[in-house]
């Protein structure tokens, strides 16, 4: 009987066989089962190996490449009786993703998945090419306690994300010894990267990891929820970069919800613009102002404006009327005029205001006065309750036709712009602007390779006057970027809406920078990550929506020369604009310091940049 498992199993998922499958094809089998069983990846290169081990449990160890990176560690949940196999089915899926918008246009949806019955729940396990994913289905039941583990064959080195401040790591497991939020990104070797996550966390708490000092396994700290635990896989940390594995994870929108109306895009942002001063007018958070922004969203291809807090009054006062309060009747005119426009209007809501005043009501309101979106700030209650209120709140903005991104603390995408197209970012990071601290060159090309695998950031870069001088709401530390690295990360950083976040008359002292922010528009056909290493540096491909290619390149502290191939590139003669950091440039001393030049390329050329201490560089590539 073993040996005809194996041939089964191995039929399922021999190449020849995959290829002539085009949609879900399910088989089934309900003979007793036989360990260890294998289930592997569409390419076979990723496996996944089951044991049923004395104490009563399933274990499973993670192969890539013939390399065991994960080995013999527990998939178990406990509170439901004895894990017992009873049954077992395989399923085959070769599909493709179209998403509303994305890395890309479309997105290849194959794995294999193979189903236990437990007798009191079930357990799920699916192998993609880029990672694999497991969750129990615990019906009405109540599970007490999620035993699941990641036993990590070796003393890897991780980093993790920490709130609004910069990520944990480089940081060997074994010195770990405490509890990490995930994203959890992993090098293993220079040929082996992973990341632990979940996805689709319909209900539940949101999951927190822990290890003890001097070990290599991570179990879970948070109580069992019903989303899928994910392991991303890669040979290059890029590819973790632009894997899809989170959102397809998660189910396409209902059949009765329609998304055509979602438009990801540039916003500029009235918070960072008030109390600078410009040829006689002074900006402020209010009409005047508002007009001038959206005058100047109309002329460079920007799509929204956000307004952000005391529009409707103090933001965390229980008597400001998110619906009658402040500069409402501004508000009305300025979404008039963003119409003529064609500009979009974005409206800031505190949890404050969001729960003294019913939140349905207030949503339809703006969504009848004509705004296209909300930012909801500082959502108060635990994980399991923000997770439920930002579930409730998107699902709210869908049927209102109102995109949604969710600053201060938000719970951690998990993938639901594929159920949602309309959450389009998330504050999922240490922001630019928003943060307490100064955002490091290390700290952003960190942030990339760990918080953006979860999904959209909204990290308000794009700073066009890197000294701040004057504003309301400036930090209180300087801008640790390089002009040409403030546009760069624009592109790198993946999100709905990129929110820039200066005057108008700082992108007009500098055109070619207002053309390369300009240039993204959204939503992208293709994205690939051409280099990167972890902490260290970032060269971020993308092509927009009029079939223009961009390219933005990020680095730490140091100082970097990079040789970009072009291989990603039609047949065809190209015209490149490079913007890079100046002979002398510096985050430090002279970080306004950039040059142009244009060169004629093709699929054959390599672009050479030279990116200074804390810089970068940006590239639009069109065809001639």
Same mark, same amino acid.
């Given at each position: ?31 007793? *089962? ?15 190996? !089951? ?12 192969? $890539? ?36 918008? #994305?890395?890309?246009? &479309?997105? /290849?949806? +194959? ?19 880029? @990672?694999?994913?497991?969750?129990? %289905?615990? %019906? ?53 990267? +992973? ?28 109580? /069992? ?10 040979? =290059?940390?890029?590819? !973790? ?34 109390? $600078? ?30 307004? %952000? ?7 965390? &006062? ?40 019913? *939140? ?16 909801? #700030? ?23 036709? +109102?995109?949604?991104?969710?600053? %201060? ?60 001088? @004057? ?19 624009? +592109? ?16 007009? =002292? ?6 390369? *922010? ?100 940006? *590239? ?5």
């Amino acid at each position: 009987m073993k040996f005809v498992t194996t041939i089964i199993i191995s039929l399922l998922f021999s190449p020849l066989l995959q290829a002539r499958y085009k949609e879900a094809v399910d088989i089934k089998r309900q003979a007793s *089962i036989k360990f260890p069983l294998y289930v592997a990846s569409p390419d076979n290169k990723l496996q996944i190996r !089951l044991t049923y081990s004395s104490e009563g449990c399933i274990k499973y160890s993670f192969i $890539a490449n013939s390399k065991t990176l994960i080995t013999d560690s527990k998939l178990l949940v406990s509170g439901l009786g004895q894990a017992v196999p009873k049954t077992v089915s395989h399923r085959s899926v070769r599909s493709v993703w179209k998403p509303v918008w #994305g890395k890309r246009n &479309s997105v /290849p949806e +194959l794995y294999n998945e193979l189903a236990i019955d437990l007798k009191t729940y079930k357990l799920l396990l699916r192998v993609y090419n880029d @990672g694999i994913a497991f969750k129990y %289905d615990f %019906d009405d039941k109540i599970a007490i306690e999620d035993l699941t583990q990641f036993n990590f064959n070796g003393n890897y080195t991780a980093w993790y994300y920490n709130g609004e401040h910069a990520n944990i790591g480089p940081e060997k497991l074994a010195d770990c010894g405490n509890k990490r939020l995930p994203i959890m990104t992993i090098k293993a070797d220079e040929n082996n990267y +992973l990341a632990v996550h979940e996805a689709n966390l319909t209900s539940g708490e949101p999951l927190v990891l822990q290890s003890k000092k001097g070990e290599t396994l991570f179990t879970v700290a948070s109580k /069992p929820n019903d989303a899928w635990k994910v392991i991303m896989y890669g040979t =290059k940390p890029g590819e !973790l970069v632009d894997s899809h594995l989170i959102e397809l994870l998660n189910p396409p929108p209902a059949k009765d919800m329609d998304f055509s109306w979602v438009k990801p895009g540039v916003a500029v942002w009235d918070w960072r613009i008030a109390g $600078a001063q410009v040829d006689g007018f002074k900006y402020d958070m209010s009409l005047p102002s508002w007009k001038r922004m959206v005058d100047f969203a109309a002329a460079n291809n920007i799509r929204y404006l956000a307004l %952000d807090a005391d529009w409707y009054g103090p933001e965390l &006062s229980k008597n400001s009327d998110p619906l009658k309060g402040g500069k409402v009747a501004e508000v009305h005119e300025i979404i008039s005029y963003g119409k003529t426009k064609n500009v979009g209007i974005w409206l800031y809501l505190n949890d404050v205001g969001g729960r003294q005043f019913p *939140i349905e009501q207030t949503l339809k309101q703006y969504s009848d006065w004509g705004a296209v979106g909300i930012k909801y #700030g500082f959502m108060t209650g635990s994980p399991a309750e923000k997770n439920e209120r930002t579930r409730m709140i998107t699902l709210l903005c869908a049927k209102n036709h +109102l995109v949604c991104d969710f600053h %201060d603390g938000p719970v951690h995408p998990y993938g639901q712009m594929r159920t949602y197209p309309n959450a389009v970012t998330r504050e999922y990071c240490q922001a630019q602007l928003d943060g307490a601290t100064v955002l490091e060159p290390g700290t952003f090309v960190t942030s990339v390779f760990v918080n953006m695998l979860a999904g959209p950031l909204d990290m308000n870069n794009g700073l066009a006057d890197l000294t701040q001088k @004057g504003r309301t709401h400036a930090p209180s530390y300087g801008t640790n970027t390089t002009l040409a690295a403030e546009a760069a990360r624009t +592109l790198i950083t993946f999100s709905g809406v990129t929110v820039i976040p200066d005057i108008p008359e700082s992108y007009q =002292k500098h055109p070619e920078i207002l053309h390369f *922010i300009a240039a993204q528009k959204m939503p992208w056909l293709e994205s690939k990550t051409i280099e990167g290493e972890i902490g260290k540096y970032i060269v971020m491909a993308r092509q927009a929506a009029d079939k223009t290619w961009l390219i933005g390149a990020a680095t730490n502290e140091n100082a970097r020369e990079f040789d970009i191939p072009l291989t990603f590139l039609k047949i065809g003669k190209y015209q490149a604009m490079i913007i890079q950091d100046g002979d002398n440039a510096d985050y430090r001393t002279n970080n306004e310091s950039y040059k142009t030049s244009q060169q004629e390329i093709n699929s054959h050329s390599i672009l050479h940049v030279k990116l200074a201490p804390g810089g970068g560089a940006c *590239i639009i590539i069109r065809k001639k």
